[in-house]
């Protein structure tokens, strides 16, 4: 009997010495800290920049816009970094690979209209590529906002609507634009 114990410490000290293993949460949240919207029109390209390399708090982000012209219809793209890391890692990436937890939504306080121009695999709208169709000159703010897991079958959020998505808001940029 004495020697079947012999070894219990040894087993014991193996059991407890070792470190726990932390689970790993797929969806953890990115840090985004810059939005790149690009717009390409018939006679001109046009491009938003917002850019926050310490994210939330502490310094103010930098936006720059172009002006778009009046009446016009550009194709449109986005482009998601986090430029805190070194490479800058490519958040879009993310955002196509998980198009069904992911939806873009657009909304404009002047005459400007959205449309997707893309969709996850299950027919629902992303928002990665979409048109955006100018009105008459002025200034409005375009603000742009990326839900994770939206409710995408809820009422009005395939057409745009975020009122009733849910889910969590990863970024939300206003672009005070000039429509010439």
Do not use: W
Not at 58 to 66: E, L, N, Q, R
Not at 82 to 105: G, K, L, R, S, Y
Not at 124 to 136: A, E
């Amino acid at each position: 009997m004495i020697k079947s114990f012999k070894y219990l410490p040894f087993v014991a000290l193996a059991l407890f010495s070792c470190d726990p293993v932390d689970p790993v949460d797929p969806n953890e949240e990115e840090l985004i800290t810059t939005v790149t919207v690009t717009l390409v029109g018939p006679t001109s390209t046009a491009t938003l920049s917002y850019v926050d390399i310490d994210g939330d708090g502490g310094m103010a982000p930098v936006i720059t816009v172009d002006s778009l012209e009046a009446n016009t219809v550009y194709e449109g793209s986005l482009e998601l970094l986090n430029d805190a890391e070194t490479p800058a890692e490519d958040i879009t990436v993310e955002i196509f690979d998980e198009a069904e937890e992911h939806q873009f939504f657009f909304a404009s306080t002047g005459e400007s209209t959205f449309s997707y121009d893309d969709q996850d695999n299950d027919g629902n709208p992303v928002g990665l590529m979409f048109d955006l169709t100018t009105g008459i000159s002025g200034t409005e703010d375009y603000t742009i906002t990326l839900r994770h897991e939206p409710a995408k079958s809820a009422s009005g959020v395939s057409d745009g609507d975020i009122t009733n998505a849910g889910g969590e808001t990863d970024i939300e940029v206003v672009f005070e634009v000039i429509v010439k």
